[in-house]
C-alpha cells in the first residue's frame, strides 16, 4: 500500500468517522499502512495539508556552505585518505608551506628543510606521505654521502662520483686515498737458495744436468729421489745418492 492509498483511506473515512472523533475529542486516528503497524495520523494536520494543496516537500540546501565544507574536507586530507595535522598545518603556513602542495608530494625532504621546516615536522611528512629525498638527482648521492656515517673514503669516493655515468670508465680521476698503500718488506723474507754447485762433488757440468731435472738448489737436491734422478737424466744412482748425502751434510 502506497503512502498515497494511505491519505486517501483516510481522507475517505474522514467523513464517516468525523462524529465519532468529535465526541471522543481526539484529533487523530490509527490507519494500517499493510507493514502489520498502526500509524496515528493526526486528521486536523492531514486537513490543513489538503487545504494548502501542498503535495511536494522541498528541501533547500545552501550550496556555497556544501562547496565550502568539500573544499576543507579535501584540504584536511592527503594522499591515500592521510591528514595533515592541525599543528603540523599552522608550523608549515607559518614558514610559507603550502600543506596541499606537502600532500600532493611536491615538496621532497630537501626542499621541507630548506624552507625552514622543523627537521622531525620534515621527516615525519617524509614518512607519513612518501616524499622524495630530493628532485636535484646530481650532486644529490655526493651531499647524502657527507652526510651518512661510517663511511670510509673509499665508499664516499665511489658515491660521489656515481652520480652520473663517468664511473663506468677506466679513465676517471681518484684520489690516492682509494689506493692500498703497502711497504715493502726492508729484507727478504725468506733466505735465498745454496747453489746446488756448492756441494761437494758437483761440479758446473753436474748442475746444468741436474738443472734438467728441475734440482737447482742444495736445498733442493737434499730432498730428492736418487733413483727417479738417476733414471731421468741417465746418471749412475750412487752418484745421486752421493750427492743428495753431501747437500744434507751441508744444510744440516
Given at each position: 500500500?502506497?503512502?498515497?492509498?494511505?491519505?486517501?483511506?483516510?481522507?475517505?473515512?474522514?467523513?464517516?468517522?468525523?462524529?465519532?472523533?468529535?465526541?471522543?475529542?481526539?484529533?487523530?486516528?490509527?490507519?494500517?499502512?499493510?507493514?502489520?503497524?498502526?500509524?496515528?495520523?493526526?486528521?486536523?494536520?492531514?486537513?490543513?495539508?489538503?487545504?494548502?494543496?501542498?503535495?511536494?516537500?522541498?528541501?533547500?540546501?545552501?550550496?556555497?556552505?556544501?562547496?565550502?565544507?568539500?573544499?576543507?574536507?579535501?584540504?584536511?586530507?592527503?594522499?591515500?585518505?592521510?591528514?595533515?595535522?592541525?599543528?603540523?598545518?599552522?608550523?608549515?603556513?607559518?614558514?610559507?608551506?603550502?600543506?596541499?602542495?606537502?600532500?600532493?608530494?611536491?615538496?621532497?625532504?630537501?626542499?621541507?628543510?630548506?624552507?625552514?621546516?622543523?627537521?622531525?615536522?620534515?621527516?615525519?611528512?617524509?614518512?607519513?606521505?612518501?616524499?622524495?629525498?630530493s628532485f636535484d638527482?646530481?650532486?644529490?648521492?655526493?651531499?647524502?654521502?657527507?652526510?651518512?656515517?661510517?663511511?670510509?673514503?673509499?665508499?664516499?669516493?665511489?658515491?660521489?662520483?656515481?652520480?652520473?655515468?663517468?664511473?663506468?670508465?677506466?679513465?676517471?680521476?681518484?684520489?690516492?686515498?682509494?689506493?692500498?698503500?703497502?711497504?715493502?718488506?726492508?729484507?727478504?723474507?725468506?733466505?735465498?737458495?745454496?747453489?746446488?754447485?756448492?756441494?761437494?762433488?758437483?761440479?758446473?757440468?753436474?748442475?746444468?744436468?741436474?738443472?734438467?731435472?728441475?734440482?737447482?738448489?742444495?736445498?733442493?737436491?737434499?730432498?730428492?729421489?736418487?733413483?727417479?734422478?738417476?733414471?731421468?737424466?741417465?746418471?749412475?744412482v750412487l752418484h745421486?745418492?752421493?750427492?743428495?748425502?753431501?747437500?744434507?751434510?751441508?744444510?744440516?
Open positions: 500500500m502506497s503512502k498515497n492509498e494511505v491519505v486517501s483511506e483516510t481522507g475517505a473515512n474522514r467523513g464517516s468517522d468525523a462524529e465519532g472523533d468529535e465526541s471522543d475529542g481526539g484529533g487523530t486516528e490509527p490507519v494500517d499502512i499493510g507493514i502489520g503497524i498502526a500509524v496515528e495520523i493526526d486528521a486536523d494536520a492531514l486537513e490543513a495539508v489538503d487545504d494548502a494543496d501542498t503535495d511536494v516537500v522541498e528541501l533547500e540546501f545552501d550550496e556555497a556552505e556544501l562547496l565550502e565544507a568539500d573544499v576543507a574536507s579535501r584540504r584536511d586530507a592527503g594522499a591515500d585518505g592521510q591528514r595533515i595535522e592541525a599543528d603540523q598545518r599552522d608550523r608549515l603556513e607559518a614558514v610559507d608551506v603550502d600543506p596541499d602542495a606537502v600532500a600532493a608530494k611536491e615538496y621532497s625532504y630537501r626542499m621541507l628543510l630548506d624552507a625552514g621546516v622543523d627537521e622531525s615536522d620534515a621527516d615525519a611528512l617524509r614518512r607519513q606521505f612518501s616524499l622524495p629525498w638527482g646530481d650532486g644529490d648521492l655526493e651531499r647524502r654521502s657527507s652526510e651518512v656515517r661510517g663511511l670510509g673514503d673509499a665508499e664516499r669516493e665511489w658515491i660521489a662520483v656515481s652520480g652520473d655515468e663517468r664511473w663506468q670508465s677506466f679513465d676517471y680521476e681518484h684520489s690516492p686515498l682509494a689506493a692500498v698503500s703497502r711497504e715493502r718488506p726492508s729484507e727478504r723474507p725468506y733466505p735465498k737458495p745454496t747453489p746446488v754447485t756448492a756441494v761437494t762433488g758437483v761440479g758446473p757440468d753436474d748442475a746444468d744436468e741436474l738443472a734438467e731435472a728441475g734440482v737447482r738448489s742444495a736445498e733442493r737436491l737434499a730432498t730428492v729421489s736418487a733413483f727417479a734422478v738417476a733414471n731421468a737424466l741417465g746418471l749412475d745421486v745418492r752421493t750427492w743428495r748425502h753431501n747437500a744434507r751434510e751441508m744444510l744440516g
